[in-house]
C-alpha cells in the first residue's frame, strides 16, 4: 500500500483557507473537576483565547481522561477549541496516544488551521524519539503524520521540541514539521539579569519562513519550581512580561501560545489554579495564597492587538471603560532573604532575583497628566509618568512590607490602586520566588 502523503499545508498553500491569528494558553491535564473545566473555559475565552494546547501525559489514567472529556464537552457547549500537546516525557512513541487523538480529531471543538486538526508536544525533537525510523524527523513522520494521513485525518504537526537547540537549519533538520514553537519564553537560570531574549524566535522564525512553516511563539511571566532536590529552579521574571508583549507585537508569529493558563507547579499559571490537581503536592505550599487572575487586567488589550496585527504597544488601551487598568506583580521574599528551614534551599537562578516591582498600567487614550506611586513598606520606590496606552515598569528597592501601586490624575486624584495582601518579608519558612500578582482596581 502506498501511504497517503502527509500534508505540509501553510498560510499560503495554494487553495487553503487563511486562519487569521490565534492565541492560546498552555494547559495542563490534571484532574480537574466538570465545574472547573467550565468556568477555565468561561474565564480563558472572556480573555480572547481561542483553544487551550492540553498537555497531557497519560490517555489510560481516569483523572487524565475524565478532564479531557469534560473541557470537550463545554468546549462544544461553549464555543471553544482544544488541541493535545502530547507531553513526551510520559510517552516513548506515538503509538501509545495516536488513538486517543483520532478519537477527539473530528471532535467539533478540536482546533484547526487550515482545515486541518492541529497537533503539538512538549519535548520530541531528541535522539530517542526516532521511533525505529532513521531519523527523528522520520520517525514523526512515518508514525505519526502518516499513520493519520491514511486514516483519512491528516494534521498540521507544530511541536515545542525544547529538548534540541533551535538553529538556523533548524528545518534541514526536521522538514516534514508544519511548523514550531520556541518554548524558552524566559532566560536561562544562567544568563544572569537581563530582559528576556528574543533572539531564539528571530531564529525559529526567520527558518520557519524560507522554509514555508509556521511559527508559534511562547510568552510567560516567570518560571520558579520547589518540588524536590532536582526540581528547585527559578527561570527569571524581572524584566519578562512586559517586554515580551511587545516581543510578540512587533515579530508578528503566526501564534502565541501563553505558558500558562494553570501550571501552579511552575508558577506562571495567569489563568486559574484549581486545589485538586495539586493537593497533597509541595506545589500548593508556593501557590495556593499567589492568585494570578490579575493578570486579566492586562491580556485581553494584548490579545486583541496581536489577533488584529498591532505591531506597537503604543495602542493597548483599557478594555473596561476606565481612564487606567492595569496589573503589578513582584516576590514576597527579598533577594537576599533567607529560608534557613526549608530543606530544598534556594532555587538555581536565584542569584538573578531582584527586589523589584513590575507593572503594566493600560491608559485610555487623550488621558494626559498621569502618573503611577509605587510603594514598599513606608518607602516611596518612585513615580512613573504615564502616556495614553502601554505602560511598562519597574522601580528597584522593594523592601519589608506591603507593597501598592495607585493611579493618579493631574490634580493628584486616585483612579486606580492595588496593594498586594502577602506582606515582603526577609525571612520565611520556605524559600518562595513566586510572584504576588495584583490588579488596578
Not at 499545508?9 to 472547573?36: C, L, Q
Request: glycine share 10%; with cysteine; aromatic share 12%.
Amino acid at each position: 500500500m502506498t501511504p497517503t502523503p502527509v500534508v505540509t499545508a501553510t498560510s499560503s498553500s495554494p487553495g487553503s483557507t487563511v486562519t487569521r491569528k490565534a492565541v492560546f494558553f498552555h494547559y495542563m491535564v490534571g484532574n480537574i473537576t466538570d465545574e472547573h473545566c467550565r468556568q477555565d473555559i468561561v474565564d480563558a475565552k472572556a480573555l480572547g483565547a481561542d483553544a487551550f494546547a492540553l498537555n497531557i501525559n497519560t490517555v489510560t489514567q481516569s483523572w487524565a481522561t475524565d478532564t479531557v472529556t469534560s473541557l470537550f464537552n463545554w468546549a462544544n457547549t461553549l464555543d471553544f477549541k482544544l488541541f493535545f500537546s502530547f507531553d513526551m516525557t510520559g510517552f516513548s512513541h506515538p503509538n501509545q496516544f495516536i488513538s486517543y487523538l483520532q478519537s477527539y480529531i473530528t471532535n467539533p471543538a478540536h482546533y484547526k488551521y487550515n482545515g486541518l486538526p492541529f497537533v503539538s508536544t512538549f519535548n520530541g525533537g531528541a535522539a530517542q524519539y526516532n521511533f525505529g525510523q532513521a531519523s527523528v524527523n522520520d520517525g514523526w513522520k512515518v508514525q505519526l503524520q502518516q499513520v493519520m494521513a491514511n486514516t483519512g485525518h491528516p494534521i498540521y504537526f507544530v511541536p515545542a521540541f525544547q529538548d534540541v537547540p533551535i538553529t538556523s537549519s533548524f528545518y534541514s533538520t526536521f522538514p516534514t514539521l508544519n511548523g514550531a514553537m520556541n518554548w524558552d519564553a524566559w532566560p536561562q537560570d544562567t544568563q544572569g539579569n537581563i530582559i528576556v531574549p528574543i533572539n531564539l524566535d528571530q531564529t525559529l522564525q526567520i527558518a520557519g519562513k524560507s522554509a514555508g512553516k509556521t511559527f508559534l511563539m511562547g510568552v510567560s511571566p516567570v518560571q520558579f519550581k520547589h518540588i524536590d532536590g532536582e526540581s528547585n529552579w527559578y527561570r527569571r521574571g524581572e524584566q519578562n512580561l512586559e517586554y515580551r508583549i511587545g516581543q510578540v507585537l512587533s515579530l508578528q508569529p503566526d501564534f502565541i501560545e501563553i505558558q500558562s493558563w494553570n501550571d501552579a507547579g511552575e508558577s506562571h499559571y495567569m489563568g486559574n489554579s484549581w486545589l485538586e490537581p495539586i493537593s497533597g503536592t509541595p506545589i500548593v505550599d508556593y501557590t495556593q495564597a499567589y492568585d494570578h487572575t490579575a493578570y486579566k487586567e492586562i491580556l485581553p488589550a494584548f490579545i486583541k492587538a496581536f489577533k488584529d496585527g498591532v505591531t506597537t504597544t503604543a495602542i493597548l488601551y483599557p478594555t473596561n471603560g476606565a481612564a487606567a487598568q492595569g496589573t503589578f506583580w513582584h516576590h514576597t521574599l527579598l533577594a537576599a532573604g533567607t529560608c534557613p528551614s526549608d530543606p530544598l534551599g534556594l532555587p538555581r537562578g536565584a542569584s538573578t532575583v531582584e527586589n523589584k516591582v513590575t507593572a503594566v498600567v493600560l491608559v485610555a487614550a487623550g488621558q494626559t497628566g498621569l502618573q503611577a506611586i509605587l510603594t514598599s513598606g513606608s518607602t516611596r520606590l518612585g513615580t512613573q509618568n504615564l502616556v495614553a496606552g502601554f505602560n511598562g515598569f519597574s522601580f528597584g528597592g522593594m523592601t519589608t512590607g506591603s507593597v501598592s501601586v495607585r493611579v493618579i490624575n493631574s490634580v493628584g486624584t486616585t483612579l486606580v490602586s492595588g496593594t498586594g495582601p502577602i506582606a515582603v518579608v526577609s525571612t520565611a519558612t520556605l524559600c518562595n520566588y513566586n510572584f504576588q500578582v495584583v490588579g488596578l482596581h
